[in-house]
């Protein structure tokens, strides 16, 4: 079974700082998919960014990057430029075989002014 | 249109109630899904439809059914609930072999 782990139950930041959110999983599988979603108080999930297991090179989206470790089965997420608006609950997903989606058990980031 | 809606917003509902769950896409996706979320909890995976079809039900008690009546819709049907099942319950939408998928805002469902 995939399982998918994120140690950090709450995270804080102050504004403009950098905070990097870790996750790692186990998986038997060549070939999946990982994605960070972002949770904030009006429920909706919303995709941050996401990485192919084939490709080596670290997904990047404006301020939000990964550090995909492949061998090691990490996958953090680093974000630069914190903003009060990134306050949210963020979670790590693993995703095989197209449908089947895998969260973890999420991270609560605080954002300080 | 870029959306799931997801309605009613909230819901509470008898254990001896029947009620439906409505989810609503127009983005051309052919996947949906049904997810359920406790408090302060990853949402778990409920119902998987493709093309219409379930191919995904994982072991989810009968008192829930889904029901995709046509490639924008997907409904779920609740009868004789308990209260621990009490939620939030997640639609997404993607493309078959496009990852990563759209949600909703969800539907907080109480049974009292």
């Known amino acids: 079974a995939q399982t998918v782990t994120q140690s950090q139950p709450e995270m804080s930041v102050q504004e403009a700082e950098t905070v990097t959110l870790s996750c790692t999983y186990d998986?038997?599988?060549?070939?999946?998919?990982l994605f960070w979603y972002k949770q904030p108080p009006s429920r909706q999930m919303i995709l941050v960014i996401r990485q192919e297991a084939y490709k080596q090179q670290n997904a990047t989206e404006n301020r939000f990057s990964v550090n995909f470790q492949k061998a090691a089965k990490s996958f953090s997420l680093k974000i630069s430029d914190s903003q009060l608006g990134d306050a949210a609950m963020y979670f790590c997903?693993?995703?095989?075989?197209?449908?089947?989606?895998?969260f973890g058990a999420g991270t609560r980031l605080t954002v300080k002014p | 249109d870029t959306e799931v809606t997801q309605t009613p917003k909230h819901l509470v509902m008898g254990m001896t109630n029947k009620k439906s769950l409505k989810c609503e896409q127009h983005m051309g996706h052919r996947a949906m899904y049904w997810y359920k979320q406790k408090a302060k909890k990853p949402p778990e995976l409920m119902f998987v439809y493709s093309y219409e079809k379930l191919s995904i039900n994982e072991s989810v008690p009968s008192r829930f059914s889904p029901e995709c009546p046509n490639s924008s819709l997907l409904n779920l049907h609740l009868h004789a609930l308990q209260p621990e099942d009490s939620a939030l319950y997640l639609c997404a939408s993607s493309r078959i072999g496009i990852l990563g998928s759209t949600f909703g805002s969800g539907t907080r469902l109480t049974v009292v």
């Open positions: 998986t038997s599988e060549s070939d999946y998919y």
């Open positions: 997903a693993y995703l095989y075989n197209n449908n089947d989606m895998r």
